[in-house]
């Protein structure tokens, strides 16, 4: 703890704010009788403020000029004095604004759900710091989170595939590596090297009409003019898995949900050549919507977050 006081403490100003406040305002607008009507406070009393002011401090403060009054020297410096206490007062003021801002209020996301493996990880600094607000977050398949976000029920939103026809600003903040998986054992599991047109003969698993990931695989099949036609699609990321591993066929996954070693689920990753697709995941919001305090607030700790992750350890 520092015991002394900061420089000026110790001599406790003998002018008011008050005071200080009709000063300012006589200087900046030249005459008593128009400081008085920008306070709304009778010119008298204006003019007894800055008789006051002028006893306590000591000093000459105001001169004639024309039909008016001008500071002199010393009641400029005073002004400017007033005026940055006042601009501190003001920042204060603002400061303890934006601190209730984030004492209570809602906070409504949606993400995809390839997401939901490290979303909430990411999301718990910010929860633990605001308890007052309260986070939902809402997981959907892509085409969801979009419509979503056309409608505005979320401020931020994360996903891999942003559309193009909303306005919205990205921030790509997290890699989100495709692999492509089969089932431990899969005789494609075994071999060294691999070319995606190896794996067309093999049943393909797929995701629902309406997700990222699918719309990934699909995007680059017909950008290398390849045809694999899905035999089965399943409804979430937990379920290709299961069938993956139950030896349905393979599927294209975000790296993110497999477990750290794909072994302990049963899964190998195909050393397929040209994967993991580098793809990333990007936090979107809308560019014709203010984010609110407790959002930019969350975007302004995940970029810290994130930020201490991208440092190399020492
Ligand atoms: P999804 O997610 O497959 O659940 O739609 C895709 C994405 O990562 O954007």
Redesign the pocket.
């Known amino acids: 703890m520092n015991e002394s006081a900061p420089p000026g403490l110790d001599r406790a100003p003998r002018a008011t704010l008050v005071q200080l406040r009709s000063f300012e305002a006589v200087v900046r607008l030249g005459a008593v009788g128009r400081a008085a009507l920008a306070l709304n406070l009778a010119q008298p009393t204006v003019s007894t403020q800055i008789k006051e002011l002028a006893a306590a401090t000591g000093l000459a403060l105001l001169q004639p000029q024309g039909r008016g009054l001008v500071a002199t020297p010393q009641g400029e410096r005073l002004a400017a004095a007033a005026r940055t206490m006042f601009a501190a007062w003001q920042q204060f003021e603002d400061d303890i604004a934006e601190l209730q801002g984030l004492k209570r209020g809602r906070l409504r996301l949606a993400a ?4 939901e493996y490290f979303l909430p990880d990411l999301l718990g600094p910010f929860a633990r710091a605001h308890p007052g607000i309260q986070i939902e977050l809402a997981v ?4 969801a ?1 979009v419509a979503r976000l056309a409608s505005g029920s979320d401020e931020l939103a994360a ?3 942003p559309p193009e026809h909303l306005p919205l600003h990205r921030w790509p903040f997290l890699s ?1 590596p495709l692999v492509a998986v089969a089932a431990l054992g899969h005789p494609l599991a075994g071999r060294k090297r691999l070319a995606l047109a190896q794996l067309l003969d093999q049943p393909l698993l797929v ?1 629902e009409a ?7 695989l699909e995007r680059l099949l017909a950008e290398r003019q390849l045809h694999w036609p899905p035999r089965m699609a399943l409804g979430s ?1 937990e379920a290709i898995k299961h069938a993956v591993r139950a030896g349905l066929g393979l599927a294209v996954l ?1 790296r993110h949900t497999l477990a750290a070693d794909p072994a302990r689920d049963g899964l190998a990753v195909l050393p397929v050549s040209g994967f993991p697709l580098r ?1 990333m ?1 990007h936090l979107v919001w809308r560019k014709d919507r203010a984010l609110s305090l407790p959002a930019r607030t969350l975007l302004a700790d995940l970029r810290q977050q994130l930020q201490v992750r991208a440092r190399p350890a020492v």
């Open positions: 995809v759900t390839t997401t959907e398949n892509r085409d989170v996903m891999m595939l989100n995701r309406g997700s990222g990931t699918r719309l990934a990321n975000s793809r995941w």
